[in-house]
C-alpha cells in the first residue's frame, strides 16, 4: 500500500486505524450519552480491541492483511484488557500460539502494576 510515496508498514496502518477508530467511539460515547471522558475512553478502547480480534479472527485464512500482534498488545495495554481476554475466549483467537500468550500476560501484568502505582502515588 502507497501513501505519499512510500510503502505503510501494516503496524502504522492498523495502529492509526485503532487511534481513529477508539478516538470516534469515545467521542461517540461523551457527546451523545454524556459519558465521563475515562468512561467513554475505555468503552473506545474496549470497543476498538474487539473489533479488532473479530476482524484479525475472520481474515485469518485469507491473503488480506491481518492485524500485527503488536498493535493487539498495544490496544490491550491502552486499556482493552477485558475486550482482549473477552475476544479471545469469544473468538477463540491467539489462544494457541505461546508467544503470543506470553507477551500478552506480560502486557496485562505491566498494566496492573502501572494502575497499582498510580492509585498508591496519587490516591485517586
Same mark, same amino acid.
Given at each position: &500500500? !502507497? ?10 496502518? %492498523?495502529?492509526? $486505524? ?10 461517540? =460515547? !461523551?457527546?451523545? %450519552?454524556?459519558?465521563?471522558? &475515562? ?10 480491541? &474487539?473489533? =479488532?480480534?473479530?476482524?484479525? !479472527? ?6 488480506? &492483511? #491481518?492485524?500485527?500482534?503488536? $498493535?493487539?498488545?498495544?490496544?490491550? =495495554? ?12 469469544? =473468538? ?5 500460539? !505461546?508467544? %503470543? #500468550?506470553?507477551?500478552f500476560w506480560i502486557v496485562v501484568v505491566t498494566q496492573a502494576i502501572v494502575i497499582g502505582l498510580w492509585f498508591y502515588f496519587l490516591g485517586a
Open positions: &500500500m !502507497k501513501w505519499i510515496g512510500r510503502r505503510q508498514s501494516p503496524h502504522t496502518i %492498523f495502529l492509526g $486505524v485503532g487511534i481513529s477508530l477508539t478516538t470516534m467511539i469515545c467521542l461517540v =460515547f !461523551k457527546l451523545r %450519552f454524556d459519558c465521563s471522558w &475515562m468512561t467513554s475512553y475505555l468503552a473506545g478502547v474496549n470497543l476498538s480491541t &474487539m473489533i =479488532f480480534y473479530a476482524y484479525d !479472527k475472520c481474515i485469518a485464512a485469507s491473503d488480506l &492483511m #491481518r492485524i500485527p500482534e503488536h $498493535v493487539l498488545h498495544i490496544l490491550t =495495554f491502552a486499556g482493552g484488557t477485558p475486550a482482549a481476554l473477552l475476544g479471545q475466549k469469544l =473468538f477463540h483467537h491467539k489462544t494457541i500460539k !505461546k508467544s %503470543f #500468550r506470553i507477551q
